[in-house]
């Protein structure tokens, strides 16, 4: 596999200077911003991204101030409340997007972050305390013990909140195969753990966060 010096060269040749580049790279929240935030955030930005899953952001997006508003500001012990028949009162409710499977989603998420909050004391503290050499175990966790969050909507989910991870995209996932790190996307355990070494590696050469290792790597790969 490439090392990083690679990739960073590639980049720069890409946007024409190592300013110009850096200008695009993305930068992770501190530990200290993630804690800062409080629970009621998080649950509703696992919802937004549940609900943008397979769907055109910009309408999801449009929708959410109304989402706030039925779900409380999604408070999580209030809609960890939420009674099936409530959920299917919202069903006919059009300020929303009605899709019973994700709606049922979100008490079950508010489920999981309350659960959370009482190992850790709030969820921002949960994901700052996650090791980054180890984010593939946050997708699964997020994925097992969440509802609708396998796939790529765990790391989706963690980059809209801040928290430093690679993302599988399609130009990410070609680049991994064009350095023989795996051979397909990977969505086996095996596959996810060399992609994470391979990611460890590149870390370690540069001492980069995981979302700028991930745009570099995206930038090798030629349209």
Not at 18 to 26: I, N, S, V
Not at 78 to 104: C, F, N, P
Not at 197 to 210: D, I, K
Request: aromatic residues 10%; glycine residues 6%; proline residues 4%.
């Amino acid at each position: 596999m490439r090392d990083f010096q690679w990739m960073l060269e590639y980049g720069i040749n890409r946007f024409g200077s190592l300013k110009a580049l850096e200008a695009r790279l993305p930068q992770p929240a501190t530990k200290t911003q993630l804690i800062s935030v409080p629970d009621d955030r998080y649950l509703s930005l696992i919802a937004l991204r549940v609900f943008r899953a397979g769907l055109r952001h910009s309408v999801v997006d449009a929708k959410w101030p109304n989402f706030e508003e039925v779900f409380w500001q999604f408070n999580p012990e209030k809609v960890v409340l939420l009674s099936a028949e409530h959920i299917e009162r919202l069903m006919q409710d059009t300020r929303i997007i009605r899709h019973l499977g994700k709606l049922k989603s979100v008490p079950r998420n508010a489920q999981m972050l309350l659960d959370i909050r009482h190992e850790f004391g709030s969820f921002g503290a949960f994901l700052a305390q996650w090791p980054e050499d180890d984010i593939v175990g946050l997708w699964r966790y997020l994925a097992k013990h969440g509802h609708q969050l396998g796939g790529l909507s765990a790391p989706r989910f963690l980059r809209m909140a801040g928290k430093d991870t690679f993302v599988l995209s399609d130009d990410v996932v070609a680049a991994l195969v064009a350095q023989d790190i795996v051979t397909k996307r990977p969505t086996s355990q095996r596959d996810l753990a060399l992609v994470q070494e391979a990611f460890n590696a590149w870390q370690a050469q540069s001492g980069r966060p995981l979302c700028q290792l991930s745009m570099l790597l995206a930038l090798t790969v030629n349209h």
